[in-house]
Nanobody, 126 residues
């Protein structure tokens, strides 16, 4: 049974950093692409970043380029999202999701991702 759990959400001040972890179980992580998505109150879910089974396939939405970094440690069955220079508009529930092989293009809101975690809250506020 495919399982994903997000860890690391918190309240952080603007300009701060946070690292989210997507801990996986029940499947071979190195065969899957993992995406990070977020949903702010009153807004549609949006794709933030994605990493394919081969680490050369990565994607970032424009608003986080240069601030967020996605990485994976297959031995630990975990994918990370390092978030730096956080802004209030980064606030939302962050989800990780999985699909076979490569990231969908475009990443979109995640309709192409069959497996999801329950989400973790990130709040950027002073």
């Amino acid at each position: 049974q495919v399982q994903l759990v997000e860890v690391g959400g918190a309240l952080v001040q603007p300009g701060g950093s946070l690292r989210l972890s997507c801990v996986t179980a029940g499947f071979t992580l190195d065969s899957y692409a993992i995406g990070w998505f977020r949903q702010a109150p009153g807004k549609e879910r949006e794709g933030v970043s994605c990493i394919g089974r081969n680490n050369d396939n990565t994607y970032y939405t424009n608003s986080v380029k240069g601030r967020f970094t996605i990485s994976r440690d297959n031995a630990k069955n975990t994918v990370y999202l390092q978030m730096n220079s956080l802004k209030p508009e980064d606030t939302g529930v962050y989800y990780c999701a999985a699909r076979d092989n490569v990231c969908p293009a475009p990443l979109g809101g995640g309709a192409a991702m069959p497996y999801w975690g329950p989400g973790t809250q990130v709040t950027v506020s002073s």
